[in-house]
């Protein structure tokens, strides 16, 4: 069973950047597809982003696309989101989140059985 722990979260003014990292221990790091998730006060939690195990592949919610960039480091057991051109509806809670099958159900938060604690990203004007 893996257990994955976010970092990197902050303050950030619109316009800037932050990279999000996820950790994995505790298991076959390649083994997950890898998802970001976030939740904004009062809002329920959204696709952001998905990567296969090997990282050849990857998707992305319309709301980030070209702005957000996912990848991972399966030597590191790291997943990483860069975020950039941020905007100041893109504060949130930022979870990670790991299941077996990359497929429809990437973009389902229920899907996944295994969840960080979240990384918080707050982006001001």
């Known amino acids: 069973q893996v257990q994955l722990v976010e970092s990197g979260g902050g303050s950030v003014q619109a316009g800037g950047s932050l990279r999000l990292s996820c950790a994995a221990s505790?298991?076959?790091?390649?083994?997950?597809?890898i998802g970001w998730f976030r939740q904004a006060p009062g809002k329920e939690r959204e696709f952001v982003a998905a990567i296969t195990k090997s990282g050849g592949a990857r998707t992305y919610a319309d709301s980030v696309q070209g702005r957000f960039t996912i990848s991972r480091d399966n030597t590191k057991n790291t997943v990483y989101l860069q975020l950039s051109s941020l905007k100041l509806e893109d504060t949130a809670v930022y979870y990670c989140?790991?299941?077996?099958?990359?497929?429809?159900?990437?973009?389902?938060?229920?899907?996944?059985?295994?969840w960080g604690q979240g990384t918080r990203v707050a982006v001001s004007s």
């Open positions: 989140a790991g299941r077996v099958s990359f497929d429809t159900d990437v973009y389902r938060p229920s899907e996944y059985p295994y």
């Open positions: 505790g298991g076959i790091f390649r083994d997950y597809v």
